[in-house]
């Protein structure tokens, strides 16, 4: 005869440790909820080293703090509202080597790039005599069909993407020369409009202001609803608390700019385009079948390809897109300094749009990595050559010193790298 045992009896348990240690932190997590359980998640994804952009926002804070102290010019109004302007140009640029830099590639031409479809904008206007839209849709084309072929060369003949670039670095530097003639320069007409958009066009400030109300809005948004889809589909979701106090902190940091800035010009189109541009690629690449194709890809090309992706033609999608991005980055550069000449897109212009990707936290290795990161980067060098400009010191000086914060940056990589590797491990 068997027995049952009474309802006052206690069942013995038959999880083993670690199944009791998983539900205690379960239990622990869900306890936390809200600011407590943001804060400890966000504690655990660093010590798992996934810094996000946690050290280029704390870099770029003490890089403003140092130049401040030694010259109290450097946070003026009238110096940030050009140093938002600078960095549209090459920023656009870097939102393209972002992309390449996602699939473990590189582009070393967008230099080149840059400077013909610079040059495409001058003779078109003043020789050709086309209208600025007309010269604007040319030069756009152009890039788009030259990252087309880099494209076609490395999926279809599997050239390297260092090569096809160090050759298109070269090859499309000489038609730059060839198409700005013998004279090598070319004045922009200075009542075009894309002139007047890069130098004298400024938001007034209710329109400011109202972008940045939306901003906070679309950003409290966004999170809820990405919130809502989780809890649909069971997964744990955040807080509202923590959503509502993000879009509060973003509301009064983007008041308190405008309001700075508006004591100067204002808030430039030409950088206020630069942002649009990195949300709107942001959100292809955090909210589309192809971003997440982009992230598959760079983590492992095999793995992707055997998931049904079809990885040629995301090679070839950004490919198009990087050098899209680098002749619009090239045609606000010649818009500000109201002339296309051999200078245009020579230089560091290279160099500080790859720096600025990498500076900002995307991963040289493939596979992670922000549109934001071209944001973060390019303030972070434009800070460094700004504060230097007023110390009057060197060129050599910034060189060395965005130099020595690149390599930083790429150390900081490895390094969050290892420790992922190390608790993918464990």
């Not at 202001?209 to 679309?218: E, K, P, Q, R, T």
């Not at 909210?287 to 760079?298: I, M």
Request: net charge positive; with cysteine; aromatic share 8%.
């Amino acid at each position: 005869m068997t027995t049952t045992p009474s309802s006052s009896e206690t069942p013995i348990s038959t999880e083993t440790p670690a199944e009791r240690a998983t539900d205690l932190q379960d239990e622990r997590l869900v306890r936390t909820e809200g600011i407590g359980g943001a804060v400890l998640a966000f504690r655990q994804r660093v010590r798992g080293g996934d810094l996000g952009s946690l050290p280029v926002v704390i870099g770029l804070v003490v890089i403003c703090v140092i130049f401040q102290v030694l010259n109290p010019n450097f946070l003026s109004s009238n110096n940030l509202v050009n140093l938002t302007l600078q960095c549209a140009a090459v920023g656009t640029i870097s939102i393209g080597i972002v992309l390449v830099l996602l699939l473990g590639q590189i582009d070393l031409s967008v230099g080149s790039v840059s400077g013909l479809a610079a040059a495409i904008l001058g003779v078109g206007l003043t020789q050709l005599k086309w209208p600025v839209a007309l010269a604007i849709i040319v030069a756009l084309i152009v890039g788009a069909a030259i990252g087309y072929l880099y494209g076609l060369l490395f999926t279809r003949f599997g050239v390297p993407s260092f090569v096809i670039t160090l050759a298109g670095l070269l090859a499309f530097l000489g038609l730059q020369l060839k198409v700005l003639g013998p004279n090598g320069s070319i004045n922009l007409p200075y009542d075009s409009w894309i002139v007047q958009f890069a130098q004298a066009t400024f938001l007034p400030p209710w329109a400011a202001y109202a972008l940045s109300v939306i901003a906070a809005g679309a950003l409290f948004f966004s999170d809820w609803n990405r919130a809502r889809r989780r809890k649909k589909a069971g997964l744990s979701t955040g807080a509202v608390s923590v959503m509502l106090i993000k879009a509060v902190a973003l509301l009064i940091v983007l008041l308190l700019a405008v309001a700075y800035l508006a004591t100067d010009r204002g808030l430039g189109a030409m950088f206020l385009l630069f942002v649009l541009l990195v949300i709107m690629m942001n959100y292809f690449l955090t909210r589309t079948r192809w971003g997440r194709s982009v992230f598959a890809v760079g983590g492992s090309v095999e793995a992707a390809r055997r998931a049904g992706i079809r990885v040629n033609r995301v090679y070839i999608t950004v490919f198009i897109l990087c050098s899209s991005f680098a002749a619009l980055g090239g045609l606000l550069a010649a818009a500000r300094l109201t002339s296309a000449s051999l200078s245009s897109g020579g230089g560091d212009t290279n160099l500080n749009a790859i720096a600025a990707a990498v500076i900002g936290g995307t991963s040289l290795f493939g596979g992670r990595g922000s549109a934001w990161s071209a944001l973060l980067g390019i303030l972070v060098i434009q800070s460094i050559s700004s504060g230097l400009t007023l110390l009057n010191l060197d060129s050599s000086i910034r060189y060395m010193i965005t130099g020595a914060v690149l390599l930083l940056a790429v150390i900081i990589d490895s390094l969050s790298r290892r420790s992922r590797a190390s608790h993918g491990q464990a």
